[in-house]
């Protein structure tokens, strides 16, 4: 948890400021080449990082130490894209939450069969190769099986058996 202490130096930001010490997310990114022209990951790693608040300049600020480098949003701004964040998860997710009979998950268990895999640093080694169902790429399986075992009256044993 971190700790957030008030501005007292006005050579650091407004006397209304707050700050707190953190780690902040850092992702780079290559551009991509004639032959695959799409932006890809390069590197994520956590930095150390300082967000600033300040109430009379309506600002977030985040400085990631050891970049010389300070990102200001207005606060309206931040709060507009995190509601609109939640109802797109809310929207998204909601397929997940539904609830759906042991016929239907029978139903789709077997039509999993034929869902194409990848393999990935998961935890079970493949993820779902492209969007299925109501669930996106990039899903790993033992995460779909956690998904219908919970779902299914009988568990997961039961629905595997389903398909040997």
Known sequence: MSIIRRNTDPMKGPPDGVAADLHCAVTQFEKGNGKDPQRKISGQATMPCTVYCSYSDGTVGISIRGLDLQIDLLVPEVIAIMQAGAEANQEITAPLREAYTDEQL????????????????????IITA?????FPQGVDRDDLWQWFGAR??????????LTN
Do not use: F, N
Request: zero cysteines; hydrophobic letters at 30%.
């Open 106 to 125: 029978e139903e789709k268990w077997r039509d999993l069969q034929d869902v194409h895999w990848d393999e990935a640093e998961s935890p079970s080694g």
């Open 130 to 134: 492209q969007k299925w169902w109501v």
């Open 152 to 161: 299914h009256s009988k568990g997961i044993d039961y629905l595997q058996t």
